[in-house]
């Protein structure tokens, strides 16, 4: 199996300052269709998970333009431009290029 | 609305049996592959088992192999997870999750039903 491995745990984050979360996988993600299937969710306390970002670096439809990601291989990073109070919550990476699917253990964002 | 609507969950024995469904609207269900992820009280996300769009091709944690069972009914716009021989580890709120069209991203998501196996 996959494993995926995300940092930090915990990332305090004052209001309008950037972050950045980084996602490392055991092996390549990159599929035998030449796509590289990591994606990126948040949840919400009491939420279920929303996707935000797909492929690597293709946001979501509806989310925010000051989220972005990117990577390749086996190393991924989430950044956030400017945090808002709307972005706590945990974070996720995801890889869905072999299966079994693997999480991220996950970030949680807080403000600080 | 496009949404996932789950339903089923509750209490259980340990070894005992339930059944979860997750009920598509709002779009159109026979195209897309879907998914059972779950997640522990104050755990992370594990992935479950995975459908394809005809049914063809089936997947399964390694943790729920040959104790559950997912399928689906187009007529029905259902997607099902039969959960056999419960264990307390078992206990966890299950999200039913559409995969992206053509690809593999979980894009879509129900709000989730607590299953919860105690004696």
């Known amino acids: 199996d996959i494993v995926m491995t995300q940092t930090p745990v915990s990332s305090p984050v004052a209001l309008g300052q950037p972050a950045s979360i980084s996602c490392t996988s055991s092996?390549?993600?990159?599929?035998?269709?030449?796509?590289?299937?990591l994606s990126w969710l948040h949840q919400r306390p009491g939420q279920p998970p929303r996707l935000l970002v797909y492929?690597?670096?293709n946001r979501f439809s509806g989310v925010p333009d000051r989220f972005s990601g990117s990577g390749a291989g086996t190393h991924f990073t989430l950044r956030i431009s400017r945090v808002e109070a709307e972005d706590v919550g945990v974070y996720y990476c995801?890889?869905?290029?072999?299966?079994?699917?693997?999480f991220g253990q996950g970030t949680k964002l807080e403000i600080k | 609305e496009v949404q996932l609507v789950e339903s089923g969950g509750g209490l259980v024995q340990p070894g005992g049996s339930l059944r979860l469904s997750c009920t598509a609207s709002?779009?159109?269900?026979?195209?897309?592959?879907m998914n059972w992820v779950r997640q522990a009280p104050g755990k992370g996300l594990e992935w479950v088992s995975y459908?394809?769009?005809?049914?063809?091709?089936?997947y399964y944690a390694d943790s729920v192999k040959g104790r559950f069972t997912i399928s689906r009914d187009s007529a029905k716009n259902a997607l099902y997870l039969q959960m056999n021989s419960l264990r307390g580890e078992d206990t966890a709120v299950y999200y039913c999750?559409?995969?992206?069209?053509?690809?593999?991203?979980?894009?879509?998501w129900g709000q989730g039903t607590l299953v919860t196996v105690s004696s």
């Open positions: 709002g779009f159109s269900f026979t195209m897309h592959s």
């Open positions: 995801m890889q869905a290029t072999q299966f079994p699917h693997t």
């Open positions: 492929k690597i670096s």
């Open positions: 459908i394809s769009s005809s049914s063809s091709t089936r």
């Open positions: 999750a559409r995969d992206r069209y053509g690809d593999h991203d979980f894009d879509l």
């Open positions: 092996q390549s993600l990159v599929h035998s269709d030449g796509n590289t299937y």
